[in-house]
T-cell receptor, first 115, second 114 residues
Framework: DTGVSQDPRHKITKRGQNVTFRCDPI?????LYWYRQTLGQGPEFLTY????????KSRLLSDRFSAERPKGSFSTLEIQRTEQGDSAMYLC?????????????FGPGTRLTVL | AQSVTQLGSHVSVSEGALVLLRCNYS??????LFWYVQYPNQGLQLLLK??????LVKGINGFEAEFKKSETSFHLTKPSAHMSDAAEYFC????????????FGKGTHLIIQP
């Protein structure tokens, strides 16, 4: 169990550019989640997948955001035409769906700075 | 819709003193409740969780929390604080057994005074 990994750990971009982040979940975890955390706030849910299916999207996920999990393993989160308000820590979590309580395990996050 | 309120954005205690971090929730169904800890430049680590059954839940590093339905609370405690407990603590609620997106509070920064 190597834990949830995210790449890159830091990304600095200029306003208007596109960025893509990658998340590798714990192997055999079938659920994968994306959250956004801004300074001084708790994480806010963006979207989640069960295997390759995107099951829920938050209203926070604007049209400029898209997430994929093509083979049910790693996932990517793309932000198009970045804005300064997109600056945040983007967290990925994974869990193994079982009857009863799931536990979400979080990665270290990707910190995005939009200049 | 569920929500979480953490009272006190900063809590300061002396080393060896009792730690009490407050969390109140709102949920339309029986909730699942979680406490996570975040150290600087690290991801969130699960401290403990309440699902069903016993209302007093024990977690890692000597922390525990008690689910009180009548008070809609899930406060986190530790009898004796250590310097290593200094971190950001987040309470979270799930209405989907933890399988849905969690709703987090704003966090409480725990400061340990020597």
């Amino acid at each position: 169990d190597t834990g949830v990994s995210q790449d890159p750990r830091h990304k600095i971009t200029k306003r208007g550019q596109n960025v893509t982040f990658r998340c590798d979940p714990i192997s055999e975890h079938n659920r994968l989640y994306w959250y956004r955390q801004t300074l001084g706030q708790g994480p806010e849910f963006l979207t989640y997948f069960q295997n390759e299916a995107q099951l829920e999207k938050s209203r926070l996920l604007s049209d400029r955001f898209s997430a994929e999990r093509p083979k049910g393993s790693f996932s990517t989160l793309e932000i198009q035409r970045t804005e300064q308000g997109d600056s945040a820590m983007y967290l990925c979590a994974s869990s193994l769906a079982l009857l009863g309580a799931d536990t979400q395990y979080f990665g270290p996050g990707t910190r995005l700075t939009v200049l | 819709a569920q929500s979480v309120t953490q009272l006190g954005s900063h809590v300061s205690v002396s080393e060896g003193a009792l730690v009490l971090l407050r969390c109140n929730y709102s949920s339309s169904v029986p909730p699942y409740l979680f406490w996570y800890v975040q150290y600087p430049n690290q991801g969130l680590q699960l401290l403990l969780k309440y699902t069903t059954g016993a209302t007093l839940v024990k977690g890692i590093n000597g922390f525990e929390a008690e689910f009180k339905k009548s008070e809609t609370s899930f406060h986190l405690t530790k009898p004796s604080a250590h310097m290593s407990d200094a971190a950001e603590y987040f309470c979270a609620v799930s209405e989907g057994g933890g399988a849905d997106g969690l709703t987090f509070g704003k966090g409480t920064h725990l400061i340990i005074q020597p």
